[in-house]
């Protein structure tokens, strides 16, 4: 079902607003904006028709929607869930919320990192789902049914898939591990990064306070600039070419057209002026106010082998507790681990330190090892023997 007009979106989401939670989806694009453009948000409560609303072909006001994601009775379930609650953020200046991410609750319940909503389908429910519509044009109208089909399949499977994952998260007394990481999801400074901190994201070869300092303000400029004029960040320039022209520092038009990644007829014209003048105020930005970047030390030799030991208990700890490894803890948790004696990380906190994080302490103090049986590495307390 396609909702056409405004009297359709309002019944349909006071209907909605009486179940217990609703399966949501979006198709969007971005290939040619800054921020995502909606295309199409799919709707389905348990029980009953999945529903489709089109913001491109019709003319909706969205409040009643927006109203319905903040509805603190309603749980909102989607899968993956960051680039579709970026949309609704950006759309109402809040995070949908309460939220349930069934890729998530499937890495806590053991179904293996990031598994995709096809592949996680198969899985619980043993269907098959097509993939022919993934790609299209969700912007061009009219949509064919194709794409309508499998654009409600994405809510209408997602259903059941909530169901049994949340039926494994109360029988295996899981409920609160997903809980937790729901939390980083409903934190707004997830999808509204200030644009002061954008040169952070940019992969620069060096960590020279000059050089970051005018990084700095080409990148904050090119932040500013693009969310102004809605269009993609590389429209303006490319990572590579902020990383180069901060590293080269030129200061004229020949420096400019010595820069291999900037095309000569962008350093001829407007854009070329606007970089040089970039660049000379954050080579004079004072010393003291320029940015710094700590570059991770070398992991130190001593620490390589705990490093390799931890690895190895992080795997036998996720099987065990049937569990992904990557959520129960990161690389850089590992090495973090490997090198200070009790870090601030996210590995030794909440349901995490339960299953991972305090016996990765015990094995830092020898209280626990690991070893052989019958060919399979298994651990053991330092005071048990056989």
């Known amino acids: 079902m396609i909702i056409q007009n405004q009297t359709q979106l309002n019944a349909l989401c ?16 971005r290939d040619k904006t800054f921020y995502p453009k909606l295309c199409l948000i799919q709707l389905a409560a348990p029980g009953g028709q999945a529903a489709a609303i089109d913001p491109v072909d019709f003319d909706l006001d969205l409040t009643p929607l927006f109203d319905l994601m903040k509805n603190p009775n309603v749980l909102k379930v989607f899968h993956a869930a960051r680039q579709d609650l970026e949309i609704f953020y950006f759309l109402m200046k809040e995070v949908p ?40 044009d969700w912007a061009r109208r009219p949509l064919s049914q194709k794409q ?27 409920v609160n591990w997903v809980l937790e990481e729901m939390d980083i ?7 509204d990064t200030p644009i002061e901190t954008a040169w952070e994201r940019v992969k620069i070869r060096s960590d020279k306070p000059e050089v970051l300092s005018v990084l700095r303000e080409m990148a ?7 969310r102004a004029r809605d269009i993609p960040r590389g429209r303006l320039l490319k990572d590579e070419t902020l990383a180069d022209l901060a590293m080269y520092m030129p200061r004229d ?22 970089i040089l003048e970039l660049i000379q105020k954050g080579r004079k930005i004072p010393r003291d106010q320029m940015p710094h970047m700590a570059r991770p030390a070398m992991l130190p030799k001593h620490a390589v082998p705990t ?21 129960l803890a990161s690389a850089e948790d590992l090495e973090a681990l490997a ?19 305090q016996e990765a302490l015990k094995l830092k103090r020898g209280d626990v090892y690991l070893g052989l049986t019958k060919g399979q590495v298994v651990r053991r307390s330092s005071g048990s023997n056989g």
Request: contains cysteine.
């Open 185 to 191: 999801l409903k934190n707004p400074t997830t999808y």
């Open 14 to 29: 006071l209907e909605l607003s009486r179940a217990p939670y609703i399966a949501v989806d979006t198709e969007f694009l």
């Open 307 to 327: 490093l390799e030991m931890l690895k190895m208990l992080l795997r036998i700890c996720a099987s065990e507790a049937d569990v992904a490894p990557k959520i």
């Open 148 to 174: 309508i089909t499998y654009a409600l399949d994405d809510v209408i499977y997602l259903r059941q898939i909530y169901e049994d994952l949340n039926a494994q998260l109360i029988q295996k007394n899981r």
């Open 97 to 136: 919320a309460p939220l349930f991410d069934t890729q998530v609750a499937a890495m806590v319940l053991g179904y293996g990192d990031q598994i995709g909503y096809n592949a996680l389908v198969q899985e619980v429910t043993g269907t098959s789902l097509s993939k022919s519509a993934q790609f299209t």
């Open 339 to 357: 090198t200070q004696e009790k870090p601030d990380i996210p590995a030794l906190q909440g349901w995490r330190y339960d299953v991972f994080g």
């Open 253 to 274: 038009l020949e420096g400019l057209l010595q820069v291999r990644t900037l095309p000569a007829d962008v350093a001829k014209g407007k854009l070329g002026s606007v």
């Open 220 to 226: 904050t400029w090119r932040e500013r600039e693009a």
